[in-house]
Structures are given as C-alpha cells and as structure tokens.
C-alpha cells in the first residue's frame, strides 16, 4: 500500500499536480495542516467528490459525515475517518484522500535580511537553509542574537541562534530544523 501511494505521489509531481514539498512530505507522515488543499472522493459515487481547502479552524465539512478536525491528522488517519463516519451510509466504501497541495508548512524571517518574507519549508529544513532562502544577512545584521520563535503548549518560546557560531561549525545543534510558523528574527 505505502509502495502504490509513492507511486501514486511520484506521478502526481512529474505531472505537475502535486509540488516537489507534498511529495516528500505526505511519503513522511506529514501532518495536515491549514491552507493545505485536499481531494477526497469515494469511488463510484461523484457526489461525495470534493477538493477542499484546510480553513484556519482546521475543520473540514464533508457529506454524511459532519465536521472533522483534520490539522495534525496524517492523509492515511484522515481516509480513515471517513470511512468509518460513512460505513453506515455507503456500506464498504472505497475513499481516497490525496494531499494536492502543501500550503501550510511555512517559515518566516523578519529583520535585517535581504529579502525578508515567508518562505516554504518541507519536514527537514534548518535555520540556515531558510536564511539561505532569505538572500542571506545584511551587512547591518547582528549575527550573534538571532533567534526564532516558536509556539509550543499555546506559549511562544525563544530559540537562540547564532549564525556566527554555526558558519565556524561550532554550536551546530542550534541549527535546527524549523516547523510549521516558525520565525526567524534578524535584530
């Protein structure tokens, strides 16, 4: 099954459906996230067909089966879901739920950058490659008191990074992989 689904997601990106990020990240177990564009569909029945967009909330209306908080489910948990919330109305159903677009894995840099902004990022990308992304410091930036915020238990939490340790490789445990909302700040 994991086989047919690589599959399945490779042509999906070779033809253009699916971007390079969604392909890599929904084979990982990637977390369905707000912004992030699905199409579910039950085979033989055109009316349950739908391709949604991932609301703020994270939750989702599809027919005969009520709301569902999709955020943090993986595609597979999701298919799942609705096939058991349908079971009483479309008995053996066959449902499909592919990731067509990752939306909702995003990074931000702001402060003394060259090109400051929100910057895409896949289940494995660090501080460093996002500010890459991000044309690099300016020649006004503090590199030694950057930090990146996250939120954690409903808290922002403070990550310090100090990009002239890591470019010495030194200290390059603060060169961590980012998640979804993070923000880097350049004072």
């Known amino acids: 099954m994991k086989k047919l689904l690589l599959?399945?997601?490779?042509?999906?990106?070779?033809?253009?459906?699916l971007p390079a990020a969604a392909a890599t990240t929904a084979a990982a177990g990637y977390?369905?996230?707000?912004?992030?564009?699905?199409?579910i569909s039950v085979w033989k029945d055109e009316s349950l067909t739908r391709q949604l967009v991932v609301p703020p909330d994270g939750v989702i209306s599809f027919p005969l089966v009520?709301?569902?908080?999709?955020?943090e489910m993986t595609v597979p948990q999701l298919r799942r879901e609705i096939t058991k919330r349908l079971s009483d109305f479309v008995?053996?159903?066959?449902?499909?739920?592919?990731l067509m677009q990752v939306n909702?894995?995003?990074?931000?840099?702001?402060?003394?950058?060259?090109?400051?902004?929100q910057f895409p990022i896949n289940q494995d990308t660090t501080v460093m490659q996002v500010l890459a992304m991000a044309g690099g410091l300016n020649p006004f930036a503090a590199p030694g008191k950057i930090?990146?915020?996250r939120r954690?238990?409903?808290?922002?939490?403070?990550?310090p990074f100090n990009y002239a340790e890591?470019?010495?490789?030194?200290?390059?445990?603060?060169?961590i992989v980012l998640r979804r909302g993070d923000v880097i700040v350049v004072p």
């Open 147 to 149: 930090f990146v915020l």
């Open 91 to 98: 008995p053996d159903a066959t449902v499909t739920v592919m």
């Open 166 to 175: 890591v470019v010495k490789r030194k200290n390059l445990e603060q060169n």
């Open 66 to 71: 009520e709301d569902i908080k999709v955020t």
């Open 104 to 117: 909702s894995l995003q990074a931000y840099v702001i402060g003394k950058v060259n090109k400051p902004g």
């Open 7 to 17: 599959t399945i997601l490779g042509l999906l990106f070779l033809f253009g459906s």
């Open 31 to 39: 977390r369905i996230g707000p912004g992030d564009v699905l199409e």
């Open 152 to 159: 954690q238990g409903g808290k922002t939490v403070t990550l």
